[in-house]
T-cell receptor, first 113, second 116 residues
């Protein structure tokens, strides 16, 4: 059974600081997705990582994928309050044949002034 | 291009009542999904469909039924609602066979359901 674990599940950080969210998964996969969810809202796609070594950046967020270690990281640089949200990683659950994604439980990020 | 839409946005049911949630997408996606989201549980897949006329069970299918009569629509039914079905329901879609890059899922705005 494919498992996706994120840590930490809760993260409180100060504005201007850096931090990394980790996403570990239990089976081979070369496709990983990061989503953002604001309170009371839906999930919004942030990054799609499609191969080993893939790195994507947008603004203060950078995501990377190491398929050999079965690990993806979401790095936050110089956090600002607007980044407060819950971040989910998701992995293809069936080798991509049916597009079923297995989601981690999410990391709730709170950025305080 | 509306993306993925869901109706209704909110609903309150009494135990034993039935209802249908409608999901529609205009991206020519083959795959559609229904999830529920509960605090601390992340997203859990209820049912999914890989094409018109097909459906399959996900992680938590009990108490729900689905139908995909048209490619753009995916319906989720609750035949006899229970308080344990109080949740936020999200529909998602993915995979346009003409633009296959990934299986990135696009989510609807959600339906908040309360069963009393």
């Amino acid at each position: 059974e494919l498992k996706v674990e994120q840590n930490p599940l809760f993260l409180s950080m100060q504005e201007g600081k850096n931090y990394t969210i980790y996403c570990n998964y239990s089976t081979t996969s070369d496709r990983l997705y990061w989503y953002r969810q604001d309170p009371g809202k839906s999930l919004e796609s942030l990054f799609v990582l499609l191969s080993n070594g893939a790195v994507k950046q947008e603004g203060r967020l950078m995501a990377s994928l190491d398929t050999k270690a079965r690990l993806s990281t979401l790095h936050i640089t110089a956090a600002v309050h607007d980044l407060s949200a819950t971040y989910f990683c998701a992995v293809d659950g069936t080798g991509g044949s049916q597009g079923n994604l297995i989601f981690g439980k999410g990391t709730k990020l709170s950025v305080k002034p | 291009n509306a993306g993925v839409t869901q109706t209704p946005k909110f609903r309150v049911l009494k135990t034993g009542q039935s209802m249908t949630l409608l999901c529609a997408q205009d991206m020519n996606h083959e795959y559609m999904y229904w999830y529920r989201q509960d605090p601390g549980m992340g997203l859990r897949l209820i049912h999914y469909s890989v094409g018109e006329g097909t459906t399959a069970k996900g992680e938590v299918p009990d108490g729900y039924n689905v139908s995909r009569l048209k490619k753009q629509n995916f319906l989720l039914g609750l035949e006899s609602a229970a308080p344990s079905q109080t949740s936020v329901y999200f529909c998602a879609s993915s995979y346009n066979p003409f633009f296959v890059i990934s299986y990135e899922q696009y989510f609807g705005p959600g339906t908040r359901l309360t069963v009393t």
